[in-house]
């Protein structure tokens, strides 16, 4: 094990350690235009090591596994020569509780099967071409700490996203598990090819304020951000608009964001952080009340708190979010509109201001105007353009069904998320 | 530091399992990042990434397939495992028919130059530069929130092919970055800085980092708390050097990229505008847009890509028309032309694929007088912090950061929350004149799935826009 042996070599000479193995196979295959263009594998096997000595800490990531003790040395030469300051507190004597969530082993050849059928429905459902991928992890988890904790786990994860298009119309489609059991993209493509379809030939819209359905996929990028920015770094550091909200009401009181380290598909879980620390289920937002700042230990110090089990050594951040509250359906929500768009996803968002909360999103693939509560006609080339203080405070509806996001770029984080209905968003156009 | 024997083995034992091109790249990235956060410091952390990333064509499919257990049994193992894939995949009947187009089989050395080489780094050094960038964001009156952090980092290829080509490389970079939070009032405004090269330390003088980090300080100290409203409009716009590589590199340079246009990753950054242009003419005839990799201390710098191709510059668009495209050998063969030796690979982990390295502007023959001179109402647009772009790469917006009214030729008060929101071909097609300068910021362009970041200059000179209409947030 390469984590003992980073620790024989260390211990000695450092106050506190932590050192996280992480064993991974990849395996993934991209298609386009209905053809796979490659089939991508990887073998990797590295080591994360926090220390500390002192006032003194480093962090470091070894994959240079050939030379270890080359690379335990360059860490304490460089633990030597740094700066003072805080240090983090590497997590006391503790049990960890892993959660049964994952398969044993990666079903890959039942995982393709089962793409190549999915690119096969989403065609057969009237798409022009798609293209996609299929990622497939397997990752083994080695913790060792200087406080004596120790911990072994193995996650698998299903990884699935599909774009179909329709002459100038397209559809988006997720799956993301943590099991064979419950991976089926082919539901999905489907959907993606429908979505493409339903939008093949969009009009134009005038800029304005309008009521707006946010699909899954794009909820999902929104809750992302507001869950990140409720660590406490991120509000330290500028990146968030939450800065002195901790006990007030920012969004509807039906609306709830945990955050989960460990839960059934969520492709994040893990039952130990980077110090250490167990992981935890934490209501961020509760019934619309900003109530739980992410920790890690050296946050937590600065706010006189107690670490949430979110390390990051720098960055304590979420692991997977599941958003709650809802009690309509799609449908009862589009009647609910007078006038706006049903925005099935989104891409590329950017801040002029993360601590006002001002940016702006691409809205891509299908886009459907609503007109007095019924979907009138498919447009595009439009941008949301909000804050996102106004934007939680503004929900008026949201959906039931919840479902998993995590695709690339724009949700990276995973989210359980449901259609969200906003009034008075504004949509601008080129 | 890598047994280059392996990657020869890695190829041969390709083609022995029956792949019929094989390509083998031992990559090692080091890198060590220092850093503050409002003035205490961030955990060090120092990550290495080593390891063989080996891309072949089975039955006319690609596979890649990537491991650091640098020993001829792992690299074996998976080879065989990845062979296994590219079975099931053929099985499918979706296998896709690579073919790569013929370049010339070389063996090359290469280098960034450096005079401080990053193996005699001293870490003082870094934190005394650290604490430096630090105490001059402190000296601002209205910076209540700074994230500073300076990265330096080490990268080291070495690249066979089964046709016969070498390449050896070696390439180090520094990197600042700064984000800064400023107050006033009831103005609070937030920038973020970008500004490194390759090359040793030395780099962050040469491309005078410490000035410009002040001088965007004291810009802050300026504007805040003073930025004027103006009205929604159209109005004559200058844009500075770092607007101007935003564009080039958003609507110009990642629409030009060939996988995109053939679709390859419409999933993910999506296509290209290109696919369905029916006319050549996508700008003004001042519309000139350039990639260039062998600009030295460039950010994007490489003589030679991940595929053994020598690089050179290539001249996207000149007066208003596509001249080139950005190619590797895959799209390059699909077309039945050579490569222009776009292909790069974030770490040995990843495939190489299409990407950018120093996407500019040309710059002309105007001064920024001159300019101004041309106008009598119009905006002056420095820098920019909220930006983004279409998946098609028509639809863009550009928000403002240091902005200023032009009123009778004369720079007047700061503006606020302006934005630049048009399309493609409106955008170059206002474009009116290009100063002769020409300067860059560094940045991380993203791309692929896995994401691969790779680093990158943008920029250009000075540009005059007419008539380009204005948003306010």
Redesign the interface.
């Known amino acids: 094990m390469l984590a003992e042996r980073i620790k024989s070599m260390i211990e000695k000479h450092v106050d506190q350690y932590s050192i996280v193995e992480i064993a991974g196979e ?21 080591v994360q090591v ?1 220390a500390t000595k002192g006032r003194k ?10 030379h270890l003790e080359e ?1 335990a040395e ?2 304490l030469r ?1 633990l030597d ?6 240090v ?1 507190e590497i997590y006391p004597r503790t049990s960890y509780r892993s959660l049964e969530i994952s398969d044993k082993e990666l079903d ?2 039942g995982s ?2 089962k793409t ?1 059928y999915s ?1 096969d429905e989403a065609y057969e459902a009237g798409a022009d ?5 299929l ?1 497939l992890y397997r990752t083994d988890y080695r913790l060792i700490t200087s406080t004596g904790n120790e911990k072994d786990e193995q996650r698998t994860d299903y990884i699935y ?3 179909a ?1 329709k002459g100038n119309g397209s559809g988006f489609g997720n799956v993301v598990s943590t099991s064979i059991r419950r991976f089926d993209p082919a539901q999905v493509s489907r959907q993606a090819a429908s979505d493409a379809k339903s939008s093949e030939s969009p009009r134009s819209m005038p800029e304005g304020r309008y009521s707006i359905i946010l699909a899954p996929p794009i909820s999902a990028a929104i809750f992302e951000l507001i869950s990140s920015m409720c660590s406490a ?1 991120s509000i ?4 968030s608009f939450m800065k002195d909200r901790l006990g007030q009401s920012v969004a509807p009181a039906f609306l709830s964001i945990t955050d989960h380290g460990q839960i059934e598909d969520g492709v994040n879980s893990r039952s130990f952080d980077d110090e250490g620390a167990p992981t935890a289920t934490n209501t961020l937002i509760e019934k619309g009340v900003f109530r739980s700042v992410i920790h890690n230990s ?1 946050t937590a110090k600065r706010w006189g708190s107690k670490t949430t089990g979110n390390a990051g ?2 960055e304590p951040s979420p692991w997977n979010v599941v958003v709650s509250g809802g009690d309509s359906s799609l449908d009862e929500m589009i009647k609910e509109v007078k006038e706006g768009v049903l925005i099935t996803n989104n ?10 909360g ?5 809205v ?1 693939d299908a886009a459907l105007y609503i007109k007095n509560g019924e979907i009138a006609y498919p447009v595009a ?1 439009i ?1 949301l ?1 909000d804050s996102l203080p106004r934007l939680l405070s503004s929900i008026r509806l949201m959906s039931r069904d919840t479902r998993w996001v995590k695709w ?2 724009e949700v990276v984080t995973p989210v359980k998320s449901p259609y969200v209905l906003v009034d008075g968003s504004t949509l ?3 | 530091m890598m047994d280059e024997d392996l990657a020869h083995y890695a190829v041969s034992e390709a083609i022995r399992l029956g792949f019929e091109y094989a390509e083998a790249r031992l990559q ?1 990235d080091r890198a ?1 990042m ?2 503050m ?2 003035g ?12 063989i990333g080996i891309r072949g064509i089975y039955r006319g ?10 020993g001829r049994d ?1 690299v074996a193992d ?1 080879l065989k ?2 062979r296994k ?2 079975e ?2 053929s099985s ?1 009947g ?3 028919r690579i073919r790569l187009s013929d370049e010339e089989v070389l063996t090359a050395n290469w280098s960034a130059d450096e005079r401080t080489r990053f193996e005699d780094l001293d ?2 050094q870094l ?1 005394k530069s650290l604490k430096d960038f630090d105490r001059i964001a402190s000296a601002s009156q209205k910076i209540k ?3 500073i952090r300076l990265r330096a980092s080490l990268q080291l290829k070495y690249l066979v092919t089964s046709e016969g080509t070498i390449v050896r490389s070696r390439v180090p970079r520094f990197l600042l970055m700064g ?3 400023a107050y006033d009032s009831s103005d ?3 920038r973020f800085v970008e500004l490194g090269g390759s090359g040793g330390p030395e780099v962050l003088e040469r491309i005078h980092v410490a000035e410009r980090f002040k001088e965007e300080v004291e810009t802050i100290d300026k504007i805040v708390g003073r930025r004027a409203s103006i009205k929604e409009g159209k109005y004559d716009v200058i844009v500075g050097p770092e607007v101007a590589g935003i564009m080039a590199h958003e609507s110009i340079g990642h629409p030009f990229e060939a996988d995109r246009i ?9 296509e290209s505008y290109v696919r369905d242009l029916e006319s050549p003419v996508i700008g003004s005839k001042e519309a000139f847009i350039s990639d260039d990799p062998t600009i030295p201390f460039s950010y994007g710098f490489f003589l030679f890509d991940e595929e053994g191709v020598k690089a050179r510059k290539k001249e996207l668009v000149k007066e208003g028309k596509i001249n080139e495209l950005l190619h590797n050998r895959e799209t390059a063969g699909e077309m039945g032309i050579k490569s222009n030796a776009s292909a790069r690979a974030s770490s040995y ?3 190489p694929i299409i990407r950018m390295s120093n996407t500019f502007v040309e710059p002309g023959s105007w001064s920024l007088d001159e300019m101004l001179r041309e106008v009598n109402d119009g905006i002056f647009i420095k820098s920019f ?7 098609r790469r ?4 550009y ?1 403002g950061f240091e902005v200023y009214r032009i009123e009778n030729h004369e720079l007047k008060e700061p503006v606020k ?1 302006t934005i630049i ?3 493609t071909p ?1 955008l170059w097609g206002r474009l009116y004149a290009r100063s002769r300068d020409l300067e860059f910021v560094a940045a991380t362009c ?1 791309k692929g ?3 691969q970041g790779v680093p990158v200059w943008t920029g250009g000179p000075y540009l005059l826009f007419k008539d380009l209409p204005i ?1 306010v ?1």
Not at chain 1, 26 to 46: K, L, T
Not at chain 1, 129 to 133: E, K, L, M, Q, T
């Open positions: 990849e395996n993934i295959v991209r298609f386009y235009n209905g053809r796979f263009s490659i089939a991508a594998g990887g073998i990797g096997r590295f926090l800490k480093a962090f470091k990531l070894i994959t240079n596994i050939a690379e360059d860490l460089t020569r740094v700066e003072e300051g805080d983090p890959i050849e393709i099967e190549s690119i071409r798609v293209a996609g991928i990622k996203y599909i774009r298009f770094y330290d550091s500028g990146f050296t050594v720098i891409w590329y968002t950017r801040f002029n201001n993360y601590r006002t001002e940016f702006s999103t691409i891509r080339n941008r353009s690339w770029g601008t156009v080129p | 090692m060590i220092v850093g956060t409002n205490l410091h961030d955990v060090p952390v120092s990550a290495e990434s080593v390891g499919a690609m596979g890649f397939v990537s491991t650091n257990s640098l792992s998976a495992r990845l894939t590219l099931v995949v499918t979706k296998g896709e870490l003082d934190s929130q700074r994230v984000f800064l939070t609070i405004a937030q053939r679709g390859r990753e419409g999933a993910q950054g999506g982990a990843v495939e912090m909220e930006w983004n772009i279409d998946d028509l639809n863009q917006r928000v929350g929101e048009t399309t409106n993203g799935d896995p994401e948003k947030r």
